[in-house]
């Protein structure tokens, strides 16, 4: 990444952090975006703060170019709170596109006068190779979201017909070994 991006994007920063959080939850009811701005205390507002974490830690690792998978756990975090909350995959992930925006509207005056307009499209570029990233990532969540519920509708039918007398198990002793070629 050229240094000049670089450094502007280290110099506003803060800026771009805070107003990408705050894109963030207007995504989330209004009653909820309150709290998870205003309540600082990490064991009081576990989400909110594993977002402001990760939102700084997604930003580093961009910047310093590095590795996706080694670069990003906090990244996960943030995925696996949207991946069980009511969002589309696109409102769940369309977290990572949101920082664009912010930093073009940042960096609006930067880009016209610095000619820097090559170098941000690498930084997209970068952006949208985190998407990608994110979806495997938001996949696997809902894959094993949906495993835990097939899981236990397997187990609360395997109760009900028990309970209903139309489940009879076999002790292992009793069972033949003919019986037990048959049922694998």
């Not at 992930?93 to 609006?108: G, Q």
Request: proline share 3%.
């Amino acid at each position: 990444m050229d240094k000049s991006l670089k450094g502007l994007l280290k110099e506003k920063k803060a800026t771009i952090l805070s107003r990408w959080f705050g894109a963030i939850m207007e995504s989330y009811p209004i009653d909820i975006t309150g709290f998870f701005q205003k309540q600082e205390d990490m064991f009081a507002n576990p989400v909110g703060h594993a977002f402001k974490l990760g939102l700084e830690s997604i930003f580093e690792a961009l910047i310093e170019e590095k590795d996706l998978s080694e670069g990003l756990p906090l990244l996960d975090d943030i995925i696996k709170v949207r991946a069980v909350q009511d969002f589309t995959p696109a409102k769940a992930l369309s977290f990572i596109f949101i920082l664009k925006k912010m930093v073009r509207e940042e960096l609006e005056k930067e880009i016209r006068q610095d000619q820097i307009s090559d170098e941000l499209l690498s930084f997209e570029s970068k952006i949208d190779d985190l998407a990608l990233f994110a979806f495997n990532i938001y996949v696997k969540c809902r894959e094993q979201i949906n495993q835990l519920k097939v899981d236990e509708l397997k187990r609360m039918t395997f109760t009900l017909l028990k309970k209903a007398n139309l489940m009879y198990e076999i002790p292992m002793e009793e069972v033949k070994p003919s019986d037990q070629e048959t049922s694998i």
